[in-house]
């Protein structure tokens, strides 16, 4: 029963630079909360926080209700694993899990079975007299997390632990500490600039823009509900059409279509695989600048008549050639104005996972 709270935090580094901006979320008892974020966005900084590798210049952490907030790494009930493990490469496995227990001097053949358990528990069972030098890199960063697990931490903290590996690796990892995650329902936060680890791993995402939370909500949420324009540009492929609404009419370019919205600028969030296409000889509304063959799906770039680019998720590629003309019709999933939606369609993206439209 772990509960993480962060309330207010701010770190502002000497330089100047604001990287958590007033921050404040809590994680309930094992949950798995992922921060997501472009680069500079301050997830790190956030998560260095938590582990007490940073100090906030203000605001307040708490770990089942005790303050924790300027209390040093070695003495929180926190365990983090970073992107670049850092194993002991002169110790064996063993050694380098049993040496934060020696540490707190736990009895020696508490250390082995606790050793011998987490090394079970992460595929590595009787790789304990192995050097580390000897593991791949999957298998090391599976010590890494050996090491913070022998610990039991209230709270688990990883920071892009997976970066450093291949696609296939990293999707194999994320689903096995997925597992043990919740196998132990330790509660987790976990650092990421990448959308599809955060939608297949969270049971929540905290989407954040310049140390501030963009939007907190469940993976299937932030997907298909996207607060602000910048959510719905940062998960999924998504056009962000830019038009104008003039007596319920929202037009760009040649193209207009009725938007029970006030009169004013407007953002239009339109999916690949929601905006379909028609190709025409005559009265086109933009032009088809290259199509993508993906195998399953042909994806079109199209150049609309004001030179604004779009993408089209077409089912067969053949259909489209560059240069030919066509006419759009955008299913938008919402509308935004002043970084804020005003309006939802209730279209719903066709597809589950946005790996499949990234292009
Ligand atoms: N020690 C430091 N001194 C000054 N500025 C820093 C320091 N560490 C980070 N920053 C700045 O704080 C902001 C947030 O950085 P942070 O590393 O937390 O972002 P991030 O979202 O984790 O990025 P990335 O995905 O690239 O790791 C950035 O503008 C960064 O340049």
């Not at 240069?323 to 019709?329: D, E, H, P, R």
Request: charged share 25%.
């Amino acid at each position: 029963m772990s509960v993480l709270k962060i309330k207010d935090v701010s770190k502002i580094f000497p330089n100047g630079t604001t990287a958590v901006d007033s921050f404040s979320l809590d994680v309930a008892d094992g949950e798995l909360v992922c921060l997501l974020g472009p680069s500079g966005s301050g997830k790190s900084t956030l998560l260095r926080m938590v582990g007490g590798f940073e100090t906030p210049t203000s605001g307040l952490m708490t770990i089942d209700g005790e303050d924790i907030t300027r209390v040093p790494p070695e003495k929180r009930p926190t365990g983090m694993v970073f992107q670049s493990h850092a194993l002991w490469t002169h110790m064996n496995v063993f050694k380098n899990l049993a040496f934060g227990l020696k540490l707190r001097k736990v009895p020696a053949d508490e250390i082995k079975r606790r050793v011998e358990g987490v090394l079970e528990l992460v595929g590595l069972g009787g790789y304990g007299t192995r050097s580390v030098t000897q593991l791949s890199g999957g298998q090391q960063q599976r010590v890494a997390l050996a090491r913070s697990l022998v610990l039991e931490p209230k709270i688990l903290l990883l920071d892009e632990p997976f970066a450093s590996l291949d696609q296939h690796l990293r999707e194999r990892l994320r689903e096995e500490v997925r597992d043990i995650q919740q196998r132990l329902k330790i509660t987790t936060l976990f650092v990421t600039h990448g959308q599809d680890e955060a939608l297949s791993m969270a049971d929540r995402i905290v989407v954040m823009r310049d140390g501030k939370t963009e939007q907190i909500d469940r993976p299937d949420v932030v997907y298909r509900e996207p607060q602000t324009p910048f959510v719905a540009g940062f998960i999924g492929t998504m056009n962000l059409i830019e038009g104008v609404v003039s007596n319920g009419v929202f037009s760009k370019a040649g193209y207009a279509t009725p938007l029970p919205v006030s009169d004013g600028p407007v953002t239009l969030a339109v999916r690949p695989e929601s905006l379909d296409l028609s190709a025409v000889s005559q009265g086109s509304q933009g032009k088809v600048h290259r199509v993508t063959d993906y195998g399953t799906h042909g994806m079109v770039d199209l150049e609309l008549l004001d030179g604004t680019r779009v993408k089209a998720m077409v089912p067969h590629p053949d259909l489209f050639k560059p240069g030919q003309g066509v006419t759009l019709a955008p299913k938008a999933i919402a509308a935004y104005r002043d970084g804020r939606v005003i309006h939802r369609t209730g279209v719903v993206a066709t597809t589950a996972h946005p790996a499949l439209v990234d292009a």
